[in-house]
């Protein structure tokens, strides 16, 4: 994968979009579609051992027991790897800490991490959070096996701020069954000396990343959210965060989803223009 970012001035930056726990690459239809029409090559694979969108999903289940975080990043840096000019990398919930594993691995031209569930050293759980998670955790019997939300689980950690008949229309377009490891993984971290949810905080040799909180997030709270911006500030390289008010975790699909996907292609632009710079000058 060669390191050139000439590619940035003539529109053909891939982008990965990379989905969290409990939902397809479906779950981000309103993004590929605006981000294609910017003039980024788009893309959003399934994780692995994931076949077909939310209905094939559903029926072919249980081949997703067991399935791991290092099995996840491992699949996606191989897409990577696969390209000619490293990609954008944006990803949401499980996706966002999957994107700040990649960046940590040096790959990506630039991340964004969307609500991201929590990688090793962030220890105050907010309440929500850990309710969001107890249908995966509560049952050791769950943990490496896999996990069905109800309507209302899902009501409650994705979109909250939702009237009770878009919820239930979102529930049926979105939710999945999911891999109770990953949780496992998560939910356990602090207590593991390498696990796979480890980041380097102060790498200064990883891409930009913005870091982008939702006020009305119960899975991923924004304090949940700043508190990784905090443990990135350390390290020289790029790192910014953006708030916004009013959103439930899976905000990408509400009414005003247009304000974030504009923020977000706003700072890309910002990030692009220093990469760009950088490379005039160094040439």
Known sequence: MSNDVSHIENGQTPLIFIHGAWLSAR???????????????VSAPEWP??????????????????????????????????LDHPPVLIGHSYGGLFVELLLD?????????????PPKGILALPFSTLKSAAPALA??????????????????????????????????????????QIFYEGGFANFHLHPPTE??????????????????????PASLTKAQYKRYERSPART??????????????????????GAIDGWLDGVFHELAGA???AS
């Open 279 to 281: 490379t005039r000058q």
């Open 49 to 82: 051992r994931k076949q077909g969108d939310v209905e094939g999903i559903r029926e072919t289940a249980d081949a997703s027991a067991g399935l791991g975080v290092q099995e996840i990043v491992d699949h996606y840096e191989q897409l990577i790897r696969d």
């Open 139 to 180: 049952h050791p019997s769950k943990w490496h096996g896999v996990v069905t939300l109800t309507r209302e689980e899902f009501t409650y950690g994705f979109v909250n701020t939702f009237s009770e008949e878009d919820a239930a229309a979102a529930y049926e377009r979105y939710a999945v069954p999911e891999t109770g």
């Open 199 to 220: 980041v380097h905080f102060k790498n200064q040799d990883r891409a930009p990343l913005l870091l982008v909180g939702a006020t009305q997030d119960h899975t991923v």
């Open 240 to 261: 910014d965060y953006l708030e916004f008010e009013g959103r439930p975790h899976l905000h990408m699909v509400a009414p005003d989803w247009q304000e974030v996907a």
């Open 105 to 117: 691995r040096g790959l990506g031209l630039a991340g964004v991490a969307m609500s991201p569930a």
């Open 27 to 41: 779950s981000w239809e309103n993004y590929v579609d605006y981000f294609g029409e910017c003039g980024f090559a």
